[in-house]
């Protein structure tokens, strides 16, 4: 059964089906592009989440000599978090996941950021849909979109996001 590295299809000529159920996650990215089968996938995974980004406007070229001593407080890090996805029965990879994420621990509340926002769907909603959609005998299809974060419209948010 194939799975996906972005748009390109895995197979078992990719030798991804013999990685061992042990390989943990890269914790570093040096470490990711040293591995031995698996370096040309961490690259090709994280060249696709940064064109995705920088195709979506996600970044700014600046010079740090033009910026304020200010702005230079409010500047960043960030890395990359690398993820085997497996297939849950059979253990075999599925995908390699990178997400570029910003080092927040420097961050300051009230001052870089006020409110963290992350709509997560409860275990329940979904099966309350898989229940409405076997009563009613319809079809149902699982999509898993690439940088969907970044894909959706600020419009569509809430003025106000619900309090937890």
Sequence with gaps: NPSTLGDRTLTSEDGLDNISLLEPDPKHHKGALKHPRLAP???????????GLWRRGCFKKWKIKDLTEEQKQHIFGSRFHHKIKRH???????????????????????????????????????????????????????????????????????????QI
Excluded: Y
């Excluded at 409110?115 to 959609?133: E, K, N, Y």
């Excluded at 979109?145 to 619900?162: G, K, N, R, T, V």
């Design 41 to 51: 996938f961490w690259r090709e995974s994280a060249t696709e989440e940064m064109d």
């Design 88 to 162: 849950t029965k059979t253990g075999i990879v599925k995908s390699l996941k990178i997400r570029l994420v910003v080092m927040g621990n420097n961050m300051t509340k009230g001052e870089d950021f006020t409110d963290a926002f992350a709509p997560v769907p409860r275990a329940t909603a979904g099966r309350i849909l898989m229940a409405m959609a076997a009563a009613e005998d319809l079809e149902m299809h699982c999509v898993d979109f690439s940088q969907a974060f970044i894909q959706a419209s600020w419009a569509d948010l809430p003025e106000e996001a619900p």
